[in-house]
């Protein structure tokens, strides 16, 4: 099938104007009420569910013809499933797409937060596996919601103690919970908690599951608090290492396997932030000038 | 020198040729039409359509030929393609009461109006395997003597409720809310019957299946009977607001289950039967038959039954896993890349092993001392 012909055959971003007046509506209340999970109908996309529909349809929701579009995963612009999704909109929207973080107007993401920060008008779509941060202490829904109706939260700080008692930290690393201006906890996905402090921004950020069916938010500015205690504090946590290739000392890395002989090597897991760094003349160990490769 | 890993577009680009190949298989074979698919792997064609939740047998079949015969995926095709639709109105309530049967049992009486018709069933064959069907150009079969007219084929269950021996169903009144779209509004719980029928009939026919078999087995046992089984066909009406009634738009082949079961009373009831009720598109006897038993052990509260604690009476972990396509979806993800969070988890189990180290060293150094 040719691209004019998709294109042809699919309303402007795939979705249907009815449902996008559905998940914008979701969209301003969770905004409104910033880490409230709202209900939404979430539709059946052409790729699975956990390959990011719930990102897929926020993004098509607001999606414009003038937006320029950006794709991660794993912080990456080139991994297959970043791909496929770019390829989608360039398919059913056709709309531009950029790998630069800073000239993107939307950025759907998996698992991270761009390492540059954001700015104001810019926006972050998350896809979200699990948008219940109590759900692997408590498996039914419809204790949850009332567990966060009543801000009920002891089981999770019971949660963390415990970890402490026994690995004398909190052993968790990523979907790190996070408190939303005081009132909601909330996951922010399956984000290293490397990137929770990021969360924290001028950019929108907005939150989808399509399988769960649901749709949460944090508006610029939001005030997003990492749990921990105070003889205990939230700490970030990275390779201790620098990127091989461009020797940024302050990016999350991504360790890879060289050879079957324990050789390994560490490179920023943003590709665009190492691609920039080395444009500009900075060089890992293993790096070589970005005009030479 | 290491060069990061690029070529997704590349990789995707050759992997679907592949894929594409594979699908075709030999080429000195025969082609499979959708035709041949549709007629002659009916069965097939009738799972997809009834858990792609979309009547339309050319497509399924489609679905099945694209997905190489992998039927969740051809499920997941349908879907994906429904999605698209634009949602015209919702039809009129089809009378399966006036079904034009090709099979209808009952398993509670001997004989009933309207007779038992055993139509074409696998239920009396041998499973031996027929090797003939290797030779291709068989002659036909015999076709059916086709009947001069279906005759009426009353409702079993109905014998049963004139002695009030049966719990009613009461249809609701015609000014009560129309019953909730599972897939227009997320669902929420807990869920009224109508929703969880919606669930139970597009759900995955092996989860079905096994929740029923659960409760036939002592996971909240509720002994069904059969107490009719119908498949055939019904028309489909729906109003059209510039005519301001209803007229036909089609036909569609459905499969009907109503369970009779045994209830002993409870606190405000008399001991009556009770049903279950399975409806599924296509003839789909296995999954509406354990659907209706799901049902069934879904409405114990309903009835003020004890909650036993059985999965099949658990509302909750029932419909939400009942999903094949949200199901595998889930599964298959984890397939994905995962390298950001298996980093972080690698730092911190590095940290937490070196620390245990020093604390492990640091005592022995205390026991030397």
Redesign the interface.
């Known amino acids: 099938m040719s691209v004019e012909q998709i294109a042809g ?3 402007f971003a ?3 104007e009815q449902t996008k007046r559905m998940i914008r509506r979701a969209l301003l209340k969770a905004l409104a009420i910033p880490g409230y999970q709202v ?8 790729m ?4 990011g ?1 719930g990102g897929v349809q926020i993004s098509a929701a607001i999606m414009v013809p003038e937006d320029r579009f950006k794709v991660i ?3 990456a612009d ?7 999704i770019r ?1 989608f909109f360039e398919k059913v929207a056709q709309v531009e797409t950029t790998e630069k973080t800073a000239e993107a107007t939307v950025i759907q993401t ?3 937060i761009p390492e540059r920060d954001l700015t104001e008008g810019q926006v972050l779509v998350y896809q979200v ?1 699990i948008p219940e941060p109590l759900r692997f202490l408590e498996p ?3 204790e949850t919601r009332k567990m966060h109706a009543l801000e009920e939260y002891g089981l999770m700080h019971v949660k963390l103690y415990e970890d402490i008692a026994r ?3 909190i ?1 968790t ?3 790190y919970p996070v408190k939303v201006e005081g009132r909601y906890v909330m996951d922010p996905s ?5 990137d929770n402090p990021k969360l924290e921004m001028a950019g929108i950020q907005l939150f989808g599951a399509g ?1 769960e ?2 749709i949460y938010a944090l508006p610029p500015y939001c005030e997003v608090v990492s749990l921990d205690f105070e003889d205990y504090p939230f700490t970030r ?3 201790e290492h620098c990127c ?2 461009c020797g940024a000392e302050d990016s ?5 396997i ?1 050879d079957d002989a324990g050789g390994r ?1 560490f ?1 920023c ?1 943003d ?1 665009d932030f ?1 691609g920039e760094r080395r444009a500009a003349g900075h060089l890992g160990p ?1 790096g ?1 000038a970005e005009s030479a ?1 | 020198m290491y060069v990061a890993v690029k070529g997704g577009e590349k990789a995707i680009d050759k992997a679907h040729e592949w894929l594409e190949d594979e699908r075709r298989g030999d080429v000195s074979v025969t082609e499979l039409s959708v035709a041949q698919i549709r007629e002659q792997l009916a069965l097939a064609v009738n799972r997809v359509m009834a858990e792609g939740s979309l009547y339309d047998p050319d497509l399924a079949a489609l679905a099945i030929k694209q997905a190489r015969g992998d039927l969740i995926e051809a499920i997941f095709l349908i879907r994906a393609y429904r999605t698209t639709l634009p949602r015209f109105g919702y039809s009129q309530p089809v009378d399966t009461g006036a079904m034009a049967c090709d099979r209808r049992i009952s398993a509670t009486f001997k004989d009933v109006p309207g007779g038992q018709v055993l139509g074409p069933t696998f239920d009396y064959t041998h499973r031996l395997l027929d090797f003939a069907l290797e030779a291709e150009g068989l002659e036909r079969p015999e076709p059916p003597a086709e009947a001069a007219e279906h005759p009426v084929m009353p409702r079993v269950t109905e014998f049963l409720n004139r002695e009030g021996l049966i719990q009613d169903e009461v249809p609701p009144a015609p000014e009560a809310d129309q019953p909730g779209d599972l897939t227009r509004e997320p669902l929420e719980l807990p869920a009224e019957r109508p929703l969880r029928l919606q669930a139970l009939t597009r759900g995955d026919e092996g989860f079905v299946l096994s929740m029923a078999y659960s409760t036939q087995r002592g996971y909240a046992k509720n002994h069904p009977f059969v107490g009719e089984l119908r498949i055939g066909t019904v028309p489909v009406e729906a109003e059209i607001p510039e005519l301001g009634f209803a007229i036909e738009v089609g036909e569609i082949t459905l499969t009907e289950c109503e369970t009779v079961n045994q209830f002993l009373g409870s606190k405000t009831e008399p001991p009556q039967f009770t049903r279950g009720y399975g409806l599924v598109f296509g003839q789909t006897e296995r999954k509406a038959i354990s659907m209706a038993l799901v049902d069934r052990a879904l409405r114990w509260k309903e009835l003020g039954e004890d909650d036993k604690g059985a999965p099949a009476q658990d509302e909750e972990f029932v419909l939400y896993h009942s999903d094949n396509i949200q199901a595998t979806g889930f599964l298959e993800h984890i397939k994905l890349p995962h390298y950001v969070d298996f980093q972080s988890e690698l730092e911190l189990v590095r940290k937490i092993r070196r620390e245990a180290d020093a604390a492990q060293q640091g005592a022995r150094r205390e026991a030397a001392e």
């Open positions: 055959e699919y309303n795939y979705l249907d209900p939404f109908a979430s539709r059946e996309m052409p699975p569910y956990g390959w529909t995963d794993q912080g080139d991994t297959t499933n970043a791909v496929s390829r998996r698992h991270r596996p039914s829904e419809v690995h004398g930290e052993a690393a990523y979907a399956p984000i290293p908690k490397f399988r069916q649901r946590m990275r390779a091989d290739l999350y890395l991504d360790e890879v060289t090597m490179v897991s590709t190492c293993l070589v490769a």
